[in-house]
């Protein structure tokens, strides 16, 4: 999907987007030439509007790459994807910027106070990626009434999604992390800030404000195959580095009688082990996206199928790179090494909380 040059570029930039601590001016130009912020938007605001298992293959390639530029793109694109949720005038008005992205936290962070004609809203918000690129940020904040937080029809606490513009936001530039440096998931909060009405949402397929087929899909299963194709391209790559680093050692006559068999006999397990879970995964992410585009009703069932597997093949990834690790010598350690980059970036991911397996 990726063409050659582009490959290149990527490969090119990936240091200095380590060093800078966020995307450099040159990895945001290959992503707005692209238009990738704008993957799940809808092609009337100018979007790529690819279909879902499309979309998949473009971000796990991305991550085989580089891991911090497709974790920022995928969750960018994943906010951006928000425009089918937002009313439409007010989503065109946003998209006449080809720079727009849209970027911030899931957590229900805040409270939102109903003060008639706006939201009074106050609150903070951790690990909203690429905030220094975003020109909205977007949150979830509780809904208050007369001082009482109100409940929707299963009795639970009613939250709303918002966003608002980059300069009513304070940024906490807290993000330190030994991977995904790049991705500058910073944490963000504001008091009292006054927020209109029309600045509010739900991501839900009944609430959509357009007719493409992705907002069909409810947000939690597209969250978690979206999050985990990065998994499974960081993956790809810490496999195939470690099998080229192997063929080098084959050089050694000394490292091949004592380790050759048996390393690459626990690689190639590991890796049939693993692409036939991404298969089966891939294979449920092909069937939503078959119901949604016949507008089917979707079984419960395989939302359940999809966030276990996909929790099952972050585990294991997860304990997988750490088993191999001790196996590849002083190099793996070193910080610039693109073994060691993708072990970080790995294991950086894996804290992410929707994935995440105690």
């Known amino acids: 999907m990726l063409i050659s040059e582009q490959i290149q570029i990527i490969k090119e930039l990936q240091a200095e987007g380590i060093k800078n601590k966020a995307l450099t001016k040159e ?55 928000f425009a089918g949720f937002i009313q439409p005038e007010f989503a065109k008005s946003l998209w006449s910027d080809p720079k ?49 937080v109100l409940k929707n029809e299963s009795g639970e606490n009613l939250y709303f999604s918002f966003l608002v513009p980059k300069d009513d936001v304070l940024i906490h530039y807290d993000w330190d992390t030994i991977g995904l440096e790049c991705t500058a998931s910073h944490s963000f909060s504001f008091q009292d800030l006054k927020v209109p009405k029309g600045n509010a949402f739900v991501l839900d397929p009944k609430a959509k404000q357009s007719n493409s087929t992705l907002f069909n899909i409810p947000f939690m299963p597209f969250a978690e195959l979206t999050l985990l194709v990065n998994y499974v391209g960081m993956f790809k790559r810490f496999l195939d580095l470690c099998e080229k680093y192997y063929f080098e050692k084959s050089k050694d006559r000394h490292w091949v009688e004592k380790h050759s068999k048996t390393r690459f006999k626990q690689l190639d397990q ?9 298969g089966q995964v891939k294979a449920y992410a092909v069937g939503l996206w078959q119901n949604a585009s016949e507008g089917k009703e979707v079984e419960a069932d395989l939302y359940l199928k999809i966030g276990e597997l996909s929790r099952e093949i972050a585990k294991d990834v997860r304990m997988d790179c750490a088993e191999i690790l001790p196996l590849l010598g002083i190099r793996a350690a070193q910080k610039e090494n693109e073994l060691n980059i993708v072990f970080r970036n790995l294991f950086t991911a894996s804290q992410h909380s929707l994935l995440n397996v105690w």
């Open 100 to 148: 727009i992205c849209l970027g911030g936290s899931g957590r229900v962070g805040g409270k939102a106070i109903d003060a008639g004609e706006y939201f009074v809203v106050s609150g903070y918000w951790n690990y909203a990626t690429g905030a220094p690129h975003l020109t909205h940020f977007t949150f979830n904040a509780e809904i208050i009434n007369n001082g009482e």
């Open 27 to 81: 990895q945001l130009d290959l992503v707005y030439q692209n238009n990738w912020f704008n993957l799940w938007v809808p092609k009337t605001l100018n979007g790529l509007e690819m279909s879902f298992p499309e979309g998949l293959d473009l971000l796990e390639e991305l991550a085989y790459w580089d891991g911090g530029l497709a974790w920022t793109v995928t969750l960018c694109a994943g906010a951006n994807m």
């Open 270 to 278: 590991l890796r049939t082990k693993f692409e036939g879970k991404v």
